[in-house]
């Protein structure tokens, strides 16, 4: 961590006895290592620029200054520009500023990298990021734009007039350890005596405090979601199929109706802040359409939302699996990708979600939508089936680039599962959001009308299902969903509200 921006006032003395210290002189080139840990190198990762071994490092991300996420994707996409490869983030947490306390909360979290620099060097490089994206110094410990620290590399411990790793204090600081928690929960800060890990020692903190938030943003124009907020209110996403096959509202909204328009605004008006675009029906067994013809069903409808002072404040969510579409839609507007195969479909859907920085909904799905009826065998039960599926999930999106804290999940309600594994996830949602790897990510849960709920209704007509969507919804909002996906904005938006009410208080 770079002393003058949270660094120690009081480093630790150096010492040549120290295990995994390592000595560095004002000179740069001076860094001797005293006992490195080897790193091992994953196959398949190509070597730096500069040519030597690859470090890994974790990375403090920081901004209090205008757009604070989007400066913090600034950093990230600078880094990967100049070969310092962003393995995986955290999400990211919002916490008040310390010592200078009037001036705006920072957003907060952290990245682990590979690199083949040696600290100095990346200490020199992370300040010419910090330099390039505006970032002035006017106040110590005041308002910047971005902060980028290093907290850990490798294993070592340096003590430089520059430069102290780890961190004194960093397992004092919330702020800290949560990231950290989201990307190596299980191991310890390096020191001469193995203390607690970093997980431990979060859970040691006062459980009477509030505890941070994943913040995980929906568009520009929206407040980001904070999932583990326990005064959250539910977000609510408005289906648009746009489709003459959907399996409830097949042909109902067309873009050359005259009625699009009054459809949009009551969906609006009645609460919806997401708008979900779909031209593709995923029914069982619904034919699939070409490319060409699923954008000519949705690109009209998002290029007038967003021509339409109207939608401002609205999200656009184009439901697709097919990295072409996700594309021109998000080029005409849209901000969420809402993918029910998680990517599994086109494998080049994740990288684009990447490229394009937006954020993206994993659904649980096996197989298409032609043959996942006939998948629901989970031998270790639906939860931890679910959870290790979607788990595999979080960390392709990862591997494609995907920031930590633009995942949202989704269980799949009705995709590959029997009507009792419906229950089931509805009933313990909760312990679903605790899987290893899941905690702290968002949830959208889409029961709206679905064909379970009628077989336990009675009721046939999809469209008349409301009443028993009405009670998955308030199961699905004490289980701790984040958003709901809707046919029924206005009723819904009572039932949310109410639920709201009872449970997140």
Known sequence: MRKGLGGDPNPVPNSIETVNRVQISPNPQGVKAISPERVQIPDGIPQSRRGGSLHRAFI????NVGDRIGMIEKACSEMERRNIKVVRTSSLYETAAMYVTNQQSFINGACQIQTSLDPIELLDELKDIEDSLGRKKTVEKGPRN??????????????????????????????VLRPLCDLIPN????????????RTQL?????????????????????SIQSLSPVRSTTIMAVLNLTPDSFSDGGLHSVTASSLNNTLQSFVYAGATILDVGGQSTRPHAPQVCPAEELSRILPTIQHMRSNPTFSQTAISVDTYRASIVSAAVAAGADIVNDVSAGTLDPELLPTVAKLGCTVVLMHMRG????????????????????????????AAEEAGIRRWRIILDPGIGFAKTQAQNLELLRRLDDLREHEGLQGLPWLVGTSRKGFIGKITGVKDARERGWGTAAAVTAAVKGGADIIRVHDVAEMSQVVKMADAIWRV
């Not at 403090?60 to 901004?63: E, F, I, R």
């Not at 191991?187 to 970093?198: A, H, K, M, N």
């Open 60 to 63: 403090a991300l920081g901004s």
């Open 146 to 175: 971005i902060d980028l620290d290093i907290l850990l590399f490798d294993t070592q411990m340096i003590e430089h007039p520059r430069l102290s790793i780890p961190h004194r204090l960093m397992m004092e600081r919330e702020f």
């Open 187 to 198: 191991e310890t800060i390096p020191s001469l005596d193995r203390g607690p890990t970093f």
């Open 203 to 223: 859970k040691s903190f006062s459980s009477s405090d509030t505890p941070l938030s994943p913040l995980t943003p929906l568009s520009p124009s929206l407040p």
């Open 368 to 395: 298409t939508p032609e043959t996942m009826n006939s998948l629901t065998d989970y031998p270790d039960g639906v939860i931890a089936g679910v959870g290790h599926e979607l788990a595999a999930r979080v960390r």
